[in-house]
């Protein structure tokens, strides 16, 4: 069997454990929902079960549950792009964070001329199928300043954290460069209960 070469066509997503930060393990991603990139592991099992956010289509958030963490079936959408910042598609940008409130998805947009901007968005905690609110202007959107790159007109981000009640938001500008974003919790939160 001839492997699979990166041919900037075919995506084969992996995931990579580790217990030390020292050694790695590399392990393909199976099922019907292990396609394309985008793929989020949320960092607890949602009522014994792993689960895991994907854009297998390219164009919409799906979830999925699974016993095992390297097998993905049977994806469900939960977002479709719905305004214009994000009308070409929708996708996650790293891992679920939970709150209290529920769980927090960072999310990007593209819109028109291929405009990156990121979004948030807020999921039930038991069941996150169910969307408790999400943004309807994004969270942060390219600057003047920050269009011109290797990749113009682009924000994107693969993760966050919250320290001190404050959401820290690392993103890449236009490909050329990186910086962060600071946004506290409490107005976060309130914006996208008050969002729905």
């Known amino acids: 069997m001839r492997p699979i070469l990166p041919n900037g066509h075919t995506v ?9 930060f020292y ?9 019907n929902g292990a396609l394309n990139k985008n793929l989020a592991l ?22 999925m549950y ?13 977002q479709e792009p719905r305004f214009p910042w994000e009308f070409t598609h929708i996708g996650n940008c790293g891992s679920p964070i939970w709150t209290e409130e529920g769980w927090l998805i960072i999310t990007h947009g593209v819109g ?14 038991d069941d996150p199928s169910k969307e408790i609110g999400r943004l309807h202007e ?6 003047e300043d920050e269009r011109e790159g290797y990749v113009p007109n682009v924000v994107y981000s693969c993760g966050a954290i919250v320290h001190n009640d404050s959401l820290i938001l690392p993103y890449a500008v236009s ?6 974003g600071v946004v ?5 939160i309130d914006a996208l209960k008050k969002s729905h």
């Open 175 to 180: 490909d050329y460069s990186s910086t962060y």
């Open 138 to 143: 994004p969270l942060l959107a390219p600057r």
């Open 23 to 31: 050694t790695f393990r590399v392990m393909p991603l199976h099922g």
């Open 12 to 20: 084969m997503p992996k995931l990579l454990s580790t217990k030390n």
């Open 112 to 125: 028109a001329m291929r405009r990156y901007c990121i979004g948030a968005s807020l999921f039930d905690l």
């Open 184 to 188: 506290e919790m409490a107005e976060l």
């Open 42 to 63: 949320f960092p607890k099992k949602i009522k014994g079960k792993y689960a895991m956010l994907a854009r297998i289509d390219g164009m919409n958030n799906y979830l």
């Open 66 to 78: 699974s016993e095992r963490p390297t097998v993905w079936n049977n994806p469900v959408i939960i």
